[in-house]
């Protein structure tokens, strides 16, 4: 793969040798990625083995503690910024479980959201009509209906109405890099598909994916450049896409053995 | 065996065996007093002290006709039977009322500071965040200028307007020498002098107040306001406030100390009476950021006031908002004593105690007409320290048919020191009546937190956004620019509440 | 003793008779602990309308009743035959106790596993028995409890269980506590000590009085009931608590718990009825992991009377509790609901929840209901709900138009409205006993002696 030196292969994200905690207990032991832009990278991996502690390290979750190792972002030390930092810095998630907020309408959070980056990038703050119509549009792609923007985030929605939304946030706010968090869980096919539409509706040159998945079958419809498989904390092994399809037909165990030898 | 009737907690009297006072030193105070005064009528100020002298010495002073006198007579002897309620989850050490003073003239200029560079950059910092003018900060801080611009001023400038129509709006030592029949036919007519401890007391020694008179069939046509009222007279800590809207008419008044004061633990016995007769309309809103005490729980305001609307005709409605972010201790239960057919009440409260601010407050919701309806939503935050009780009462009495009430309280927790209680009473003797009360309490999530942070906003914003997003249904209720500052306010007053 | 409560100067009397009559029956511990619970009972006094705990019921009057103890009924009636009160379930252990005492000839006491401790009677006295001391008493706070200091004062008869560790139980445990008329007011204090061990299971009906029973109906009384609940680690019990003692009588209640940790605590209860029924639940939650169900109906008609009072004390974290009372009130009647639930400071993730609703069928019955949270914790869900109002008229619209009859329908309603609670007792056999028991409080009134039901099928109330 790349490396910093190389100024046509400068990676946006840099993981190094990252070591990190949750609830006392060791969970990532030492692990190392990179992402260039425009990159599709899959992590996949057996439950515990970590995937989801390498999303809260990388969104500044204060429930995973970073033990050792670094995590440059555009060039920069990604620790040393706060969590709202980052996503203004256009480093997005997709929760795993999105969090209820009763009282605070889509629309807000999300004009909120925007507003705040634009800000942070010199730009005009957008009023509400003109956020509207973008956040809409959105809404379209991922066949919602419009007023799913005035109900409070998440707020008594449906498990695949949560993912929806998720996705929805991801293109209002328009990320340099998403990372997904186990998305399509609990999605039946046609949501998978909705969702899949609105993720390839932002792939372009400049914009990475980090999308962490137990199953193969959401990367017959996002396709990714790069498979990872994490186990107990590290990756174990690297590929394309065929490495997932590998996967699926033999297990994990398969790899835990590899793993160890 | 009979049922007792249960009283509503501002009725229920306080065990006599917990008088406070001990004779003694009462007899002590009052030799004191007894020579201290009564011949020098021209003086401006009280030394502290209560007894029947101090009642005539107000009187006095104000020029007050003769059955005003002996109102205000009648409810200190009744005051001294009285005992402070206890009932309230608050804890403050006991107040010694003959250490308080209970007449004096406003500050002269010269004790004030005499620019904004002798304030509290503190204090400035705040109303910097509250966006009040500079001009205005000046005149709040108490800066010694030469335009105040306080409500006396909003009142002489609408005064003609206002005449036009017939409306009184004055303050209340002027509505006695000018509309004394007005004052003595509704004074008291709602909140009685015996009603409760704190009410007999403001009954007997009340300074000045508001008093508004809305003529039969007359829509105000702006809102009424006592912007800064409280801060022009530094004395009020017992104003007294009486409104009356004529058949039909329609009134909207603000009350509002929207900047914080700096001042020692002081007394605040306010009395509010409301009385609407046929298909009038009465909305009181009260943003309330009296000084709440440090963050240390020194000082602060104590507040202990009784409001109460009387819907007397039918169809009249009486509506009160509040936001209550002041005060060390809040004891407050705004209410409404459905009396005619078809009269709605509403209580629409957001209150915030953060350090160690104690509130007990609440509405009483009395359905007496026929298809009299309420409505009570309320939501309190607590943070730090602070203590917070919703207490409220709604009472369906034998002729209310068909009457209908709705309650919600929520209560919102910040942190794991502060402490959030629901308390209503609800008592319905009509079949035909019908209820629903609602409460939650719950937190603001760290996980909510972090999910707003990674969608870009800042933890204060995030707090801010939830805290606004809880208080809504109150802020609607307000008028557009109160219920701008009143977010300001719940925002300054929250900060350093979450992480 | 404040202004709110009254010196009990009958009781003195009474006790220092009751005192020098069982000196030489009860062993040393139970003297002593007889005369420090009167002397609590006597600092406390009886609380009056001002006590802010007893707001809905004044018992006042009891304060100048001389309320002897029952007197031994003279005859054992041969009228109460077995289903009369089993509830349908007739294979399990039933303890009957007549004006107070054991009575070996109506009870049955097998079915019960290996390892069960029953006692009961005058048992409850020998000084083989001293290790009661550990847990009798150490429940039910007699000291802001006066009514459990007074039942412990004149504690006598009575009945323990105790469930070993592991051990289920499958046929649950009946006890019914009755009294004969006397022709003069009398008092019953009935005491109960249920000590559920580790992992152990057990159901435990608790009735008092039966209408529509002839011989055993009437006689004014004053009936003092405490039961102590103790739940070991992950202990499951289920306690059905009925009372009916008709309107002559005075009931007072109390029920403590104390639970430790994972153990379920899940009551019924069904006030069916009195002059003044008190009845009062006070758990506390201590164990973490630990969940408490409350579920009571109170259906009630002419002056009937019935005060609901829980106090939930949520000590430590990750505990769970539920109340849901309902009332359908006819004629005159008083229903009122005093629920508290407390959650400690350090008791984060407490998920605690309290509902009171009320039908009111008439134009005299009166609601009243308090469901109080008090919250020191941050880290909580906890919601209160409470409706008061009249059976919903475009249901009954709906089932009349179905052509169902206009009584018929509103019984239809009621039911519904009733069956939350009484699903809760969880065993199929006991809901359709439970059921059973209402239907007739509502249906029947041919099995009324006092011809009231007709009231709850009432016309409407307009």
Sequence with gaps: MSNDSDPLHNPLLSIREVHASAGGKAILKGLSLEVGPGEVHAI???????????????????????????????????????????????????????????????????????????EHRGEPELDAIDFLE?????????????????RAVNHGFSGGEKKRNEVLQMLVLEPTLAILDETDSGLDIDALQVVAKGVNALRDKGRSFIVITHYQRLLDYIVPDFVHVLANGRIVRSGDKDLALELEAKGYAWLEEGASA | MNTPNPMTPAERPAPIDKIALNPEIDDLNQQDYKWGFVTDIEQDSLPPGLNEDTVRFISAKKKEPEWLLEWRLKAFRHWLTMTEPTWALVDYPAIDYQAVSYFAAPKSDADKPQSLDEVDPELLATYEKLGIPLAERAALAGVAVDAVFDSVSVATTFKSKLGELGI???????????????????????????????????????????????????????????????????????????????????????????????????LHAAVVELVALDDATIKYSTVQNWYPGDKNGVGGIYNFVTKRGACRGARSKISWTQVETGSAITWKYPSCVLQGDDSVGEFYSVALTNNWQQADTGTKMIHIGKNTRSTIISKGISAGHGQQTYRGSVRMLKGADGARNYSQCDSLLMGDQCGAHTFPYIDVKNPTAHLEHEASTSRIGEDQIFYLNQRGLSTEDAVNLIVNGFCKEVFRELPMEFAVEAQKLLSVSLEGAVG | MSTA???????????????????????????????????????????????????????????????????????????????????????????????????????????????????????????????????????????????????????????????????????????????????????????????????????????????????????????????????????????????????????????????????????????????????????????????????????????????????????????????????????????????????????????????????????????????????????VQCTHGATIGRLDEEALYYLRARAIDPGTARNMLVHAFASEVTEAAGSPQLVEGLERLIASRLERPSEDPDGTTSAFRGESPA
Excluded at chain 2, 169 to 181: D, G, I, L, N
């Design chain 1, 134 to 150: 973008i956040a809409k549009a959105k809404a379209d792609v991922l066949e919602m209906e419009p007023t799913m923007l005035s």
């Design chain 1, 44 to 118: 996949m991996g057996p439950n515990g083995s970590g995937k989801s502690t390498l999303a809260r390290v990388l969104t500044g979750n204060e429930n995973a503690e970073v033990t050792s190792g670094e995590v440059l972002y555009k060039g920069q030390d990604l620790f040393g910024l706060a969590p709202e930092e980052r996503a203004r810095e256009g480093l997005f998630l997709a929760f795993q479980y999105p969090v209820e907020i009763p009282g605070i309408a889509n629309s807000t959070l999300l004009r909120e959201g925007l507003n705040a980056m634009r």
């Design chain 2, 168 to 266: 009184v709006f004055c303050s209340f030592s002027e509505a006695v020498q000018e509309h004394p029949e007005l004052v003595r036919k509704y004074l008291g007519s709602v909140v009685p002098q015996k009603d409760n401890f704190f009410a007999a007391l403001n009954s007997a020694v009340f300074s000045d107040g508001s008093f508004v008179y809305i003529p039969k069939g007359v829509r105000c046509p702006m809102e009424l306001s006592t912007y800064f009222r409280i801060n022009a007279a530094n004395t009020g800590q017992f104003e007294r406030t009486l409104i009356v809207a004529e058949e039909g008419s329609h009134v909207s008044y603000l009350e509002g100390c929207t900047a914080p004061m700096r001042d020692e633990n002081q």
């Design chain 3, 5 to 379: 409560t009254v010196q009990a100067t009958a009781f003195e009397a009474e006790f220092d008779r009751f005192a020098k009559l069982t000196a030489d029956t009860a062993p040393a511990w139970l003297r002593t602990m007889r005369h420090e619970a009167f002397e609590q009972f006597r600092a406390q006094g009886i609380p009056g309308p001002k006590h802010e705990e007893w707001l809905y019921t004044n018992l006042t009057p009891l304060a100048r009743t001389a309320l002897p103890l029952a007197p031994r009924p003279g005859e054992v009636p041969t009228s109460l035959a077995a289903h009369r009160f089993t509830l349908g379930v007739e294979t399990g252990p039933r303890l009957v106790f007549l004006n107070g005492r054991f009575e070996p000839t109506l009870s049955s006491t097998s079915g019960l596993p290996d390892g069960v401790v029953l006692i009961h009677g005058a048992a409850l006295r020998d000084e083989e028995h001293a290790e009661l001391r550990k847990e009798l008493g150490t429940v039910a706070d007699t000291s802001v409890h006066p009514f459990a200091a007074l039942n412990t004062a004149f504690l006598n008869d009575g009945f323990v269980l105790r469930v070993p560790a592991g051990v289920v139980v499958d046929e649950p445990v009946q006890t019914l506590f009755l009294h004969t008329p006397t022709g003069q007011p009398v008092a019953v204090h009935p005491r109960i000590l249920v000590v559920a061990e580790e992992n152990s299971q057990v159901t435990f009906v608790e009735r008092y009085g039966i209408n529509c029973i002839g011989a055993l109906a009437g006689g004014t009384c004053f009936t003092n009931a405490v039961t102590e609940y103790v739940l070991g680690q992950s202990a499951r019990v289920k306690a059905v608590r009925i009372q009916h003692e008709g309107t002559s009588t005075y009931h007072v209640g109390l029920t403590a718990v104390r639970q430790a940790r994972d153990s379920h605590f899940d009551a019924v209860t069904l006030s069916l009825g009195g002059a003044i029924d008190r009845n009062e639940f006070s758990i506390d939650i201590d164990g973490e992991g630990a969940e408490c169900n409350l579920a009571g109906l109170y259906v009630l008609n002419r002056n009937e009377h019935v005060d609901n009072h829980t106090v939930v004390r949520h000590n430590v974290p990750h505990g769970r509790s539920s109340q849901l009372f309902k009332g359908v009130l006819a004629g005159k009647s008083h229903g009122a609901f005093t629920g508290r639930v407390i959650v400690a400071k350090h008791a984060q993730k407490t998920i605690a929840e309290q509902a009171n609703h009320t039908l009111l069928l008439s134009d005299g019955a009166v609601a009243e209901t308090r469901p109080q949270l008090e919250i020191y914790a941050d880290d």
